[in-house]
């Protein structure tokens, strides 16, 4: 008999065939005109900035909007830091394994010192004193060793991957502390609350990305892998070529040495 939660059960099938559909459609968007090299999924990926702009006007923004309006700035940034200590662990992780041992360390003291000193990372004090957070994931530490990043894609609900971070999502999610939280309903909460957290900081950046962006979907497109590709490389984005293909480490036999500082 299965114990499990009829809502997490629908949600896993529902997800599968979110993503079924979306490959689907990729596939069948790469089909006649001209193509972009970086991005021969468009017609897809358009459709699913679409769908996503539509979740997010009809459910997380308005959330978002209503959670910054009403929940003390305190509230907030605690919330904010708890969850970025959760993912110092993971960075810790991705750091060691792309051979950054400073960035490691660094990480590992920030994890330590905000979970016994910041009351479970409620309070970052590591930041206070001036230990940085260097934000890795397994999709960095494959690009770092080599891992060409693939296409394009914009991912329906989850938004700008490629097709190596895509595939980099179910480690992530290994190394995700929320995902092993039990009860179910529970984990499904903090997902919830992070996610609300995440787009109620990002709240302005829509309404500049909104008035500035001639064609947001390229606009989004070009961001994502220049920033990509800076993370992967330690360059200054301003440094990345917007028009050029991304990049990847040339060798996967070691990866590149972080520039002089």
Same mark, same amino acid.
């Given at each position: 008999?299965?114990?499990? +939660? ?39 990926? =358009? ?24 929940? +003390? !700035? ?28 400073? %960035?490691?360390?660094? %990480?590992?003291? =920030?994890? %330590?010192v905000n979970t016994f000193l910041g009351l479970g990372g409620i309070l970052d004090i590591a930041s206070d004193l001036n230990i940085e957070r260097h934000r890795e994931d397994f999709g960095q530490t494959l690009g770092r060793w080599g891992v060409p990043a693939g +296409?394009? $894609? ?5 938004? @700008?991957?490629?097709? =190596? ?7 992530? =999610?290994?190394? #995700? ?8 309903? #529970? ?9 609300? #957290? ?21 606009? $989004?497109? #070009? ?8 993370? $992967? ?12 293909? @991304?990049?990847? @480490? !040339?060798? @996967?036999?070691?990866?590149?040495? /972080? /520039?002089?500082?």
């Open positions: 008999m299965n114990n499990k +939660p009829l809502h997490t059960n629908a949600l896993r099938r529902l997800t599968s065939w979110v993503f079924a559909a979306g490959l689907l459609l990729a596939l069948g968007g790469c089909a006649g005109g001209p193509v972009n090299p970086r991005d021969p999924f468009e017609p897809f990926n =358009r459709k699913a900035l679409q769908f996503n702009e539509g979740v997010d006007s009809v459910v997380l923004k308005p959330v978002a909007t209503v959670y910054r309006q009403q929940v +003390p !700035a305190l509230v907030r940034t605690g919330v904010s830091n708890f969850f970025g200590n959760m993912s110092d662990g993971w960075s810790f992780v991705n750091s060691a394994l792309q051979f950054k041992f400073g %960035n490691a360390a660094e %990480n590992f003291m =920030r994890l %330590n +296409p394009y $894609i914009m991912l329906p609900l989850l938004g @700008p991957s490629t097709l =190596r971070d895509a595939l980099s999502l179910t480690v992530d =999610r290994r190394g #995700d502390p929320v995902h092993y939280v039990s009860p179910t309903h #529970d984990r499904y909460e903090l997902y919830g609350l992070r996610a609300v #957290d995440k787009r109620s900081n990002s709240l302005r950046v829509g309404t500049v990305l909104e008035e500035a962006a001639l064609d947001k979907y390229t606009f $989004i497109r #070009d961001s994502y892998l220049q920033k990509r590709r800076a993370e $992967i490389t330690e360059k200054d984005p301003a440094d990345t070529p917007a028009d050029s293909a @991304p990049a990847e @480490p !040339a060798s @996967p036999a070691a990866p590149v040495a /972080p /520039p002089a500082r």
